[in-house]
């Protein structure tokens, strides 16, 4: 995709307190743009959102909200009704282009959010305003949950075998660079682009051993096995039916299964396989990095 001469704009940020959202707005600020933070309870207001919209004349629209549970009432409350009413907002104020940070799972969806987040897909490609939908892969926020595990001298969990699964994170920096690097760009208009972070993809049981290497600790490894959350999901799921506790918590057994053995690449639709080299690449910022500046905190 071509980098166009930047061109400040007049600019309303939907997230922007969320890590991505952060990392977002101030990249927009240091390329010099006027940016607008949508505060999140004006999402669902429509006069409030209306008055923030009118006020700050946006030219173009980001969106980097999400459910941040993933259950069925957040997802449909977050992830498809607030972006609708931000999309509505946007074309009433007279914005040319919305961009919607969504994300790579959506190609094989299962789960209630992924779901929500494709029917506003479906709902901004209709739209009729300029629209580009960005399908990051891992983010390293996603794979930092096991550093604190590992300086402690505890061993590194994998499912199965922790090759199951492979990704191409992509740190927040590279991320928000990829956004801004969107807008205006007549090459990312009317698109669905996947991206992930420089490669190659890494499995489970390589970013454990990563890991441990930047830590020089020798390799530990715990092996779990994914069918526990099969386990889990079906338990819960008798009570679902009478308790919205118990469908919340069958939800979270599902999308914890997902992780587990489901790829973050790009879905080869000749195949049905997971590919890395049909998932872009972008960025400078590696994983390894990322993990020293983790543990210098530790």
């Known amino acids: 995709m071509s980098q166009p001469a930047l061109t400040p704009r007049r600019i309303a940020l939907a997230g922007a307190t969320g890590t991505i959202g952060q990392a977002v707005l101030?990249?927009?600020e240091a390329e010099g743009h006027s940016v607008t933070s949508v505060p999140r309870n004006a999402l669902a207001d429509g006069a409030k959102l209306a008055a923030v919209m009118a006020e700050a004349r946006p030219e173009v629209v980001?969106?980097?909200?999400?459910?941040r549970s993933g259950a069925p009432?957040?997802?449909q409350a977050v992830d498809y009704a607030a972006n609708a009413a931000l999309l509505q907002a946007a074309q009433a104020a007279g914005a040319g282009q919305f961009i919607l940070l969504s994300a790579i799972c959506v190609q094989k969806p299962l789960l209630a959010f992924q779901h929500a987040k494709l029917k506003f897909e479906a709902e901004l490609a209709e739209s009729g305003i300029g629209y580009t939908i960005i399908r990051p892969t891992a983010f390293f926020k996603s794979l930092s949950g096991q550093v604190k595990r590992v300086?402690?001298?505890?061993?590194f969990l994998i499912f199965g075998d922790g090759n199951l699964t492979r990704c191409k994170p992509i740190s927040d920096g590279d991320l928000a660079r990829f956004i801004a690097g969107c807008i205006g760009n007549p090459d990312a208009l009317g698109r669905i682009l996947p991206i992930?972070?420089?490669g190659p993809a890494i499995s489970l049981q390589e970013q454990g051993e990563l890991l441990f290497r930047v830590a020089d600790k020798p390799p530990r490894f715990?092996?779990?096995?994914?069918r526990i959350f099969d386990w889990a999901e079906r338990i819960l799921a008798l009570g679902a039916p009478f308790s919205g506790w118990f469908a919340e918590k069958a939800e979270y057994a599902r999308i914890a299964r997902y992780y587990a053995t489901e790829s973050m690449l790009?879905?080869?639709p000749a195949t049905g396989e997971y590919s890395a080299e049909l998932t872009p690449e972008y960025g400078s910022e590696t994983l390894e990095s990322h993990y020293r500046r983790l543990l210098e905190g530790v």
Not at 62 to 67: G, V
Not at 151 to 155: S, W
Not at 222 to 226: F, G
């Open 222 to 226: 715990r092996s779990v096995s994914p």
């Open 151 to 155: 300086a402690a001298g505890k061993p």
């Open 266 to 268: 790009v879905l080869d």
């Open 196 to 198: 992930g972070g420089p």
């Open 73 to 75: 009432r957040d997802a």
């Open 26 to 28: 101030r990249q927009l």
């Open 62 to 67: 980001i969106s980097c909200i999400a459910s």
